[in-house]
Every structure is written in C-alpha cells, then in structure tokens.
C-alpha cells in the first residue's frame, strides 16, 4: 500500500496548504496530487480569485514537481502546458471520463513538453480496457492522425507509463523478472 498526500482542488487551496502538502510528500519520499484544469469553472475561478490560471497558481505557490501526478489537465493553455513540463509533473489521464464531459485534453502537447503520462479510470469508468480505447480513438482525433497512436503505444501509457508516473517503473509496469504483474488475456475470437 503507497499513500500520497492531496490538495482536491485547485481552487480550494490556499498556498500555505500547497507548501505544506508539497513538504509533506518530500518529506516521505512519495506522491502527491490534485486535480488540476479538470473544469472550465477551475479556471475561470482560479484566475478571478488568484488572478492567474491554475498551473501557474500552483507554481507561484512552489507545488510544482516531478512528484506530483495531476489528474485530467483538460484545459491548459500552452504556457500552463510550458510550465508543467518544465515541472516534469505526471499527468492521470482519464480518456474516457472526458470524453463523457466532451472533453479531448492535450495529451499529446503535455507528453511533448515533458509531463509523463498515465492513464486511470477515474470514478465512471472503471473499465480500463475502455479506458485505453477511447485514448486511442480521442488521441487520432486529435493528432487528425488514422494510424497515430498505435494500440501498444496506449497499452504502454496504461502500464509503463502509469508506473512511471507514480514513480513506481523499476517494480511493475511491465513485464520483467523480478517485477510485480497482474495479467489479463483477451480472447479476440
């Protein structure tokens, strides 16, 4: 069992709680997170209250770091996108749940700007079989590329990449000798 502190919210946060939680995991060695431009309102929000949109909120607050996993990142524009990979932050990517909200965030801008990337199923879509299709399908939208990605480049971002992104790649993600694995088989007949 790994635990990993969390500020919810972006727009509840006050900087001292950031500071702290931040502290807190570096203290311990391990995670934190929060939810981070999940929603129009976040931002909207955030830039009324703080005056600035929410990845450079929580940069100005010293939250930032390649421990933190940020869960969607729907809505960043290019210089949160800037600052976030500068950060080496980890993005949980919840495809299908996105889509539910019609929502394709900027996987491929985040992955390009340094931010790791793993995928999660989040509270409606437990399925990650879905979860990994519909990655697939939102990321050719996006890409307007038929053949980009390939269905391994997407099981690679379920389980290496989510192991990269909880710091966790020299025990699981893949299967090696002397890692941790759960193995599925699917019939395709």
């Known amino acids: 069992i790994r635990c990993m502190a969390a500020a919810i919210l972006v727009e509840t946060a006050s900087p001292d709680m ?3 939680i931040r502290a807190l995991a570096e203290r311990y060695q391990t995670g934190y997170t929060i939810h981070l431009d999940q929603s129009r309102l976040e931002v909207e929000s955030v830039l009324q209250v703080r005056g600035v949109r929410p990845a450079h909120y929580l940069a100005a607050s010293d939250f930032l ?3 933190l996993v940020a869960a969607h990142c729907r809505y960043p524009d290019a210089s949160e996108i800037d600052v976030l990979g500068a950060s080496r932050i980890a993005v949980s990517h919840q495809p299908a749940m996105a889509a ?3 929502v394709i965030p900027p996987i491929p801008a985040l992955r390009d700007a340094g931010c790791t990337i793993g995928l999660g199923t989040d509270n409606n879509t437990q399925d990650m079989g879905e979860v990994m299709r519909t ?3 939102t990321e050719r ?3 307007d590329d038929p053949t980009t990605p390939q269905p391994e480049d997407v099981l690679e971002w379920a389980t290496l990449g989510s192991a990269r992104a909880l710091h966790m ?8 000798v002397g890692k ?3 193995l599925f088989i699917v019939n395709t007949q």
């Not at 790649?169 to 090696?176: A, I, T, V």
């Open 18 to 20: 950031l500071r702290d």
């Open 65 to 67: 770091s390649s421990r």
């Open 100 to 102: 539910r909200r019609a």
């Open 135 to 137: 990655a697939l399908f």
């Open 141 to 143: 939208i996006l890409l």
């Open 169 to 176: 790649e020299d025990s699981l993600g893949s299967l090696e």
């Open 180 to 182: 941790k694995a759960d």
